[in-house]
């Protein structure tokens, strides 16, 4: 529940699950009934979230009003697809990220100085390009290029007032100069520090503390602190837990998630970067 909105979901392995969704469909819409609560139906809808061809398709309703079905929705910021590919968010956040830095390059044009065009490059398209990476981080090179595309497009411009040709700065250098790091960096980073809040307790989440898997020590030599998840596509190995704990196992052999601080993590994995 998130102010007038309210989702319902359950893993549906069978049509009893369906009927079991429609009957909380009901109860919502008689407590809405019995206070004084009207429901628009219209701007409800149903999404079932698959990557199989056989999915259990069932016409969920309201009112006698069946739901209009989506192929995507949007949930806190994130666009969710109903194939669980993270392609519609980032064309999203992409498209939002270019129009906000052409807002910075016009600006820069009226004397900004290079720390204040990264000051606002920051807070204004590097934001959104990570807003909820966790959720949504991409494994596909292309998908990886397309995003770092846009802040090489902002290097780029700096260079320009470095004294270079547009086509000739040399990117890494400049955004080194910068004191930026690579947006898969930062990702990856994100990613680590969100698993190390959740082993301490400071994100409050007892189901997601229960699909990190903490490995036992065992007669091998493996330095692993999390074990190694077996998955049968590259899109279940690069999901949200099993990249968690393949990130979490190349800092773990220096790092203890329990005792070290955040920013001991986050120069420990930089310096492995480089």
């Known amino acids: 529940m998130f102010a007038d909105d309210i989702k319902i979901f359950t893993s549906v392995s069978s049509i009893d699950d369906c009927h079991r969704l429609q009957v909380s469909l009901r109860s919502i819409y008689d407590w809405c009934g019995w206070n004084s609560m009207k429901l628009n139906i219209k701007k409800c809808h149903a999404i079932s979230f698959h990557r199989s061809a056989g999915y259990i398709h069932f016409e969920y309703s309201l009112d006698g009003s069946s739901l209009e079905r989506a192929y995507s929705t949007r949930d806190l910021g994130v666009i969710l697809s109903a ?33 204040a065009m990264k000051t606002v490059y920051v807070s204004l398209v590097r934001s959104v390009l990570e807003f909820g990476s966790v959720v949504w981080s991409p494994y596909q090179l292309g998908q990886i290029q397309r995003l770092q595309r846009i802040q090489d497009r902002f290097v780029r411009v700096v260079g320009v007032r470095l004294g270079f040709e547009y086509l000739d700065v040399p990117v890494r250098a400049v955004e080194e100069f910068l004191g930026l790091n690579p947006l898969i960096v930062r990702r990856q980073l994100h990613d680590l520090t969100f698993l190390q809040r959740v082993l301490v307790g400071d994100l409050d ?56 601080s955040t920013s001991s993590l986050r120069t420990l994995f930089l310096s492995l970067e480089n």
């Open 83 to 115: 194939n669980l590919s993270p392609n519609d968010h980032i064309d999203s956040i992409i498209n939002k990220a270019s129009r906000m830095l052409g807002f910075v390059i016009r600006t820069s044009r009226r004397g900004l100085s290079i720390e």
């Open 205 to 260: 989440c007892p189901a997601l503390l229960r699909l990190i898997n903490i490995r036992l020590p065992g007669r091998t030599c493996s330095a692993d602190f999390f074990c190694r998840p077996s998955c049968s596509t590259n899109h279940e190995l690069n999901s949200v837990i099993p990249r968690l704990h393949k990130l979490g196992n190349l800092v773990s052999a220096n790092y203890d998630f329990f005792y070290d």
